[in-house]
């Protein structure tokens, strides 16, 4: 059995070393278009500030470490793929064949339809080439201005913050991380950044970007304010890498479309990570996810079913964690709740606390948690094992922080112990 | 053969002797805060429950690691963080369903039970052994983890 996988993020390796484990005989082959051994993007904010060199962002550290598992790992892109012969063309390769094939190419970041955006000083943070050129450009004392406060806009705020640099951080929407938390959470979130230095415009676009004198950027805002930037960094959000796919008959609309299996419309062909649209745990429904957690589940699952081992995705539950300035923040699943459905919360603005639990009957169903550094993970633990909380739904309804005793309460009724509590 | 910690919350009274003996043995330090293992209180009962990470087989947080930082010990079957190389990015707080693996401000990097090299302090501290080092087929432990982990998918690979 040959088996060739189609990028080299972490997807795209979990699932190589899955196949390993899993069919000790067959051939693979990991074909990803990147300079550098398979690294993690999550690993580059902390390449920005120091904590880390370039080989702390590898994914794996060992460099014998593919050889010894029998992966043979191409560096290359891939170009089209042809499904009738069961074949890929490559830029610089001669065509390879496979009997199964793994797309895991990731996403990439957009570039917003804003004049001006062609410039040079104007920077995603995305790969390791990008982390290079803010690592070069953001200097203590430089105007940086951050466009987009989503998800991975604040994972890179605290870093600049730390590189001691003035910044501005613009967000079109009425608060940060809108599709993480809420009004309560993100405001908090908000107003924890300024009171550390950092500038926070949300509900404010970036009309255009020019040029100003020397190497500076002019960013003009449509409130007509007008900001100098050594370096604009651009996280307005992602897309999946599906054009290579255009004409090749495989199924796609967010990402590509896969069933229960992580398996496309065409028999041999599957697909994990950012780049699929994989079965949400809480929804039900087929989204883009585009987390690690999600990118390492879909990578082991659809290697098991490419092995022949039957493995049906239950789906992810989407989830996140922030760190901005030392606030930490989490939501998970359906974090703004259902209609119909009860909530738990806990708010203390001051002392920038917020708990948010909400329920389905006595399931709870989604989270989001900020100054929480305890035991957060139980959160997903209640969530994803559907635990019926019984009379422990008031007990949390009246004080949300105490989801570890909700889960104990409810799991560890063993031994001499069972029924008990 | 590997060890486990078993744990039998009918057998705790609240003492905190483990999480003593585990502030002291990972950070020097007799806090209780510091503690991998936990006792928590259902005063409404009057009863303690003492709960660590399990080490369980799904390894969720070594899954969740971007960099590598979280490997398993061959030696004890504990899956130890390697804070040279953790960067402190949480996703493994947020993967482990069980909330066993906790981020620590001061250090910048996660902190989870890693079985003391094979000789768990807490163990070792427990007066009325309501935490013992057992082996790891002994029949108690199964039915704990399997009950702590009802309904979660389980790893297959
Ligand atoms: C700065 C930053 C911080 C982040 N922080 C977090 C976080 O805290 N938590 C979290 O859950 N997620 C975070 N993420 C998101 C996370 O990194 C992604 O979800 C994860 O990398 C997805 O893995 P993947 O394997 O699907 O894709 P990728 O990691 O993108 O890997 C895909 C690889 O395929 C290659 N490729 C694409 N097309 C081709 C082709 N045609 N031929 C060959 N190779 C190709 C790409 O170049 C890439 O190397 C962060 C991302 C960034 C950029
Ligand atoms: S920390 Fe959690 S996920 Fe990791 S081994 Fe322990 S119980 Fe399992
Ligand atoms: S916090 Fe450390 S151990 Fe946990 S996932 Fe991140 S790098 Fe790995």
Redesign the pocket.
């Known amino acids: 059995m040959k088996h060739v996988i189609?990028?080299?993020?972490?997807?795209?390796v979990i699932a190589a070393e899955t196949l390993r484990k899993v069919d000790p005989t067959s051939s693979i082959i990991m074909?990803?278009?990147?300079p550098e051994p398979p690294y993690?993007?999550?690993a580059?904010?902390y390449y920005l500030i120091d904590k880390i060199n370039e080989e702390g962002t590898y994914l794996r550290k060992s460099s014998s470490h593919f050889g010894s598992k029998d992966i043979d790992v191409i560096r290359?892109?891939?170009?089209t793929i042809d499904p009738k012969n069961k074949s890929l063309n490559l830029e610089q390769h001669d065509a390879i064949n496979y009997d199964k094939l793994l797309i895991?190419?990731?996403?990439h970041p957009i570039t917003p339809p804003i004049e001006g955006m062609d410039l040079p000083g104007i920077h995603s943070?995305?790969t390791l080439e990008d982390g290079r050129n803010i690592v070069n450009k953001a200097r203590p004392g430089s105007n940086v201005v951050l466009m987009g406060a989503g998800?991975?806009g604040c994972?890179?705020l605290e870093s600049l913050a730390l590189r001691k640099v003035n910044l501005t951080v613009i967000e079109m929407g009425d608060r940060m991380v809108p599709r993480m938390m809420d009004q309560t959470a993100g405001n908090m979130i908000k107003s924890w950044c300024q009171e550390k230095g950092v500038s926070v415009h949300t509900s404010t676009r970036v009309d255009a970007i020019e040029k100003g004198s020397g190497e500076s950027l002019k960013v003009k805002l449509d409130n007509g304010e007008v900001l100098d930037a050594d370096l604009v960094i651009s996280a307005t959000g992602v897309a999946a890498?599906i054009q290579?796919l255009d004409g090749s008959g495989l199924e796609t609309d967010e990402g590509v479309l896969v069933n229960d299996r992580l398996q496309s419309n065409i028999t041999d062909i599957y697909a994990?990570?950012?780049?699929c649209q994989g079965k949400d745990f809480s929804t039900g429904e087929y989204s883009v996810q585009?987390?690690?957690?999600?990118?390492a589940d879909h990578?082991r699952i659809a290697a098991m079913n490419m092995a022949g081992k039957d493995t049906v995705h239950q789906g992810c539950v989407n989830m996140?964690?922030l760190d901005t300035m030392g606030l930490i923040s989490s939501s998970y699943g359906l974090w703004m709740g259902i209609d119909g459905g009860e909530s738990a919360k806990l708010c203390d603005n001051d002392r920038y606390r917020y708990l948010s639990l909400s329920f389905e009957d006595d399931v709870m169903v989604g989270a989001q948690a900020v100054g929480l550094t305890q035991h957060v993970g139980v959160l997903r633990g209640l969530i994803q094992s559907k635990l019926n909380l019984g009379k422990w739904k008031d007990h949390l309804i009246k004080d949300p922080t105490r989801i570890m005793e909700a889960y104990l309460a409810n799991t560890q009724a063993i031994g001499h112990n069972a029924g008990v509590m | 053969m590997l060890r486990s910690l078993q744990i039998e919350p009918e057998k705790c009274t609240g003492c905190l002797q483990c999480e003593m003996a585990c502030s002291y043995q990972a950070e020097g330090v007799f806090n209780p805060s510091k503690s991998r293992i936990k006792i928590f209180t259902f005063h409404d009962e009057g009863r303690f429950v003492p709960y660590t990470c399990t080490q369980c087989t799904e390894a969720w947080c070594l899954h969740a690691c971007?960099v590598e930082a979280i490997v398993i010990n061959e030696a004890t079957g504990a899956k130890e963080v390697i804070d040279d190389i953790c960067v402190g990015?949480k996703?493994c707080t947020i993967a482990c369903p069980f909330g066993t693996v906790n981020y620590n401000q001061e250090t910048a990097v996660v902190q989870k039970c890693d079985l003391c090299g094979g000789d768990p302090e807490c163990a070792k501290a427990c007066p009325t052994q309501a935490i013992t080092y057992v082996d790891s087929d002994h029949t108690g432990l199964e039915r704990m983890r399997a009950h702590a982990a009802q309904n979660l998918p389980q790893d297959n690979a």
């Open positions: 189609v990028g080299a993020g972490p997807s795209g074909i990803g278009d990147e993690s993007r999550m580059l904010p290359d892109r891939v170009t895991a190419t990731g996403s943070c995305w998800f991975i994972i890179i890498n290579f994990a990570g950012d780049v585009a987390i690690q957690p999600t990118a990578g996140n964690v | 971007p990015c996703v």
